[in-house]
């Protein structure tokens, strides 16, 4: 969804967005929306979602303080510490970004997150089944599926010799995410390179190492910077007739060539934890979930614009065709 549309949709400013009165604010327990980059209405509807499910709706009976920090890091922390100043009953931070944030910024209020690292790498809980702090929520396993996307794309182009995944170095998972890629490598018998980009710039020098390298297929991180940089990415490898396979569904739906990853189901999960803690529960006792469903998806129509015929096998494995 277009930045301007999520804007107006929220009807607020572009870094804090009260979603309820003040008056009723001191009335109803208030939650915070912590992201990193630009939520979409995917990410906001399935959070609802859940929390409905747990009895809560925003302007009846909860309140919830949206903060996005737009790729900012020193921002994404500066809105943490603001929320926790105000005295947010809890923090729901759909990215792992966000939950780390959260969780310099606080150890009393509880926190609910998604992330595509592990979260107990990360520091953001003591074990998946025991939290035993002020955080929990969904380990979406997207960093854990690379060796898959990597299979995917051999299958699509098995003559193809070289691959490359693109991370970004900033992220506390990048040394895991390249582990990954380069043991996937090893299973199909292809050299990975490995690309890094955390700016605007580094992803058109990424690109242009990625041509001037003939590499031939591209496998896109799952980093929320990445997913706030669709535009750029789908524009370059279309320019430059790079196969690229995404982590997330909506980046195929807007013209990537494939995705592979979890569903937008672990928001709705998100919001279930929320609704959950603001009955009572707590995050320490509250078991990190893990994705356990996953989708493959296919643009045709950029398959066609590539010159390439997705072989009939891809096809039947392919949770959805988008022609």
């Not at 090893?186 to 990424?206: F, N, P």
């Not at 929320?224 to 007739?241: E, K, M």
Request: no cysteine; proline share 5%; hydrophobic share 45%.
């Amino acid at each position: 969804m277009k930045r301007r549309a999520f804007i107006t949709l929220l009807g607020g400013a572009a870094v804090a967005w009260p979603l309820a009165a003040r008056a009723q604010q001191a009335a109803m327990p208030v939650i915070g929306f912590l992201y990193f980059g630009w939520p979409d209405t995917n990410i906001v509807g399935t959070f609802h979602k859940g929390l409905r499910e747990t009895g809560y709706f925003e302007g009846h009976n909860l309140a919830i303080e949206f903060r996005s920090a737009q790729n900012d890091t020193a921002r994404l922390q500066e809105l943490a510490a603001d929320l926790v100043r105000r005295q947010v009953t809890a923090i729901a931070a759909p990215s792992g970004t966000a939950a780390l944030a959260a969780k310099a910024a606080t150890t009393t209020i509880p926190i609910v997150f998604n992330t595509a690292g592990d979260p107990v790498q990360m520091g953001l809980v003591a074990s998946l089944n025991r939290p035993g702090g002020n955080a929990t929520g969904v380990a979406n396993m997207h960093m854990e599926v690379a060796a898959k996307r990597f299979g995917l794309l051999h299958e699509l182009l098995p003559k193809a010799v070289r691959f490359a995944v693109l991370v970004n170095p900033n992220s506390r998972n990048a040394k895991f995410e390249i582990t990954e890629a380069r043991e996937a490598g090893s299973t199909i018998g292809r050299q990975i390179d490995v690309l890094t980009a955390g700016s605007d710039r580094e992803i058109d020098i990424a690109f242009a190492s990625l041509v001037q390298n003939r590499i031939d297929a591209l496998v896109v991180g799952p980093h929320s910077f990445f997913r706030n940089r669709r535009v750029q990415l789908l524009t370059l490898a279309a320019r430059h007739a790079v196969p690229t396979i995404f982590s997330y569904r909506d980046d195929a739906e807007a013209g990537g060539l494939m995705s592979y990853g979890s569903t937008f189901e672990e928001y709705h999960q998100v919001g279930i934890y929320t609704g959950r803690i603001l009955k009572g529960e707590r995050p320490a006792d509250l078991p990190v979930m893990q994705a356990s469903k996953f989708e493959f998806i296919i643009n045709l129509q950029t398959a066609k614009a590539l010159g390439i015929n997705i072989p009939p096998t891809l096809l039947a494995l392919a949770d959805e065709v988008i022609e």
